[in-house]
């Protein structure tokens, strides 16, 4: 069993900061790509970020230089620092990870969301 658990959302006003996290856990043998995901209220679910098991990283154009994507793999973690937060920027923030168990192949994960809401 592998287990996705986000943390950090809440609630902040126009310009604040928060800092999520994504850690995995379970009877983990390696974990490649991560990813950051978001969905507003009917609209779909879209890519934020994006971090390589190597450290390579991908941003989406409306958080480039705003949001920051990083990684811990001993401690099996992801983080995504938050910016100059926007009034759009409120979604569902969800993880994704690829994860491999022992004896297997990679496989994709999801985590169960975390609220971030930016308003005043």
């Known amino acids: 069993q592998v287990q996705l658990v986000e943390s950090g959302g809440g609630l902040v006003q126009p310009g604040g900061s928060l800092r999520l996290s994504c850690a995995a856990s379970?009877?983990?043998?390696?974990?490649?790509?991560m990813g950051w995901y978001r969905q507003a209220p009917g609209k779909q679910r879209e890519l934020v970020a994006s971090i390589s098991s190597g450290g390579t990283t991908t941003y989406a154009d409306s958080v480039r230089g705003r949001f920051t994507i990083s990684r811990d793999n001993a401690k099996n973690t992801m983080y995504l620092q938050m910016n100059a937060l926007k009034p759009e920027d409120t979604a569902a923030y969800y993880c994704?990870?690829?994860?491999?168990?022992?004896?297997?192949?990679?496989?994709?994960?999801w985590g169960q969301g975390t609220q971030v809401t930016v308003s005043s």
């Open positions: 379970g009877s983990i043998a390696s974990i490649g790509a």
């Open positions: 994704n990870a690829d994860i491999r168990l022992p004896y297997r192949t990679f496989e994709g994960y």
